[in-house]
Nanobody, 124 residues
Framework: VQLVESGGGLVQAGGSLSLSCLAS????????MGWFRQTPGNEREFVAAFDWGGRQIYYAASVKGRFTISRDNAKSTLYLQMNKLKPEDTAVYYC??????????????????WGQGTQVTVSP
């Protein structure tokens, strides 16, 4: 399984960025997928995720209404559209494959494969 994120960069506060995560080595449509982020010295935190059926979407309170997670199963790609970015959104963003039948979509322990991350920097 390989997950490769792209689309990070530097943007001013209030701007937008779109992240992509290309998956290979798995039947992408079978899996729930999620986005997390991490800043230096802090634990990786949940951002957004699809559930197993792909019908339910979960967002962290800090990004709800500004970020949108989506997926294209035909392209084996997960997306994260980030609007109205704030300096506190600065982090390395990771996509991950979910593998917990109990759900727990906001927990890092529920995910078994991770990408290498892409840096998002939001300037004031």
């Amino acid at each position: 399984v390989q997950l490769v994120e792209s689309g990070g960069g530097l943007v001013q506060a209030g701007g937008s960025l779109s992240l992509s995560c290309l998956a290979s080595g798995l039947t992408f449509s079978w899996f729930a997928m999620g986005w997390f982020r991490q800043t230096p010295g802090n634990e990786r935190e949940f951002v957004a995720a699809f559930d197993w059926g792909g019908r339910q979407i979960y967002y962290a309170a800090s990004v709800k209404g500004r970020f949108t997670i989506s997926r294209d199963n035909a392209k084996s790609t997960l997306y994260l559209q980030m609007n109205k970015l704030k300096p506190e959104d600065t982090a390395v963003y990771y996509c991950a494959r979910h593998n917990d039948h109990d759900g727990n979509y906001n927990l890092t322990s529920a995910y078994d494969h991770w990408g290498q991350g892409t840096q998002v920097t939001v300037s004031p």
